[in-house]
């Protein structure tokens, strides 16, 4: 799954306990996890990704 925001494209994929996205820059890459207990669905996951990063 992949989320859009801005000039930024996320690369998400699902691990048992989080949420992994990924961020690449040219040879820059940053990855954040997020605990399934705050987001446990993709639309919840999209919303919070959209109104926090």
């Known amino acids: 799954m992949t989320i859009r925001k801005d ?8 691990t048992e306990k989080l949420w992994v ?3 690449e820059c040219g040879a820059l890459s940053v990855e954040y996890r997020i ?9 919840e996951l999209r919303k ?3 109104s926090v990063m």
């Open 21 to 23: 996205f990924k961020e």
């Open 7 to 14: 000039n930024h494209i996320y690369t998400v994929s699902e």
């Open 48 to 50: 919070y990704v959209e």
């Open 35 to 43: 605990d399934k207990a705050l987001c446990q669905t993709e639309a």
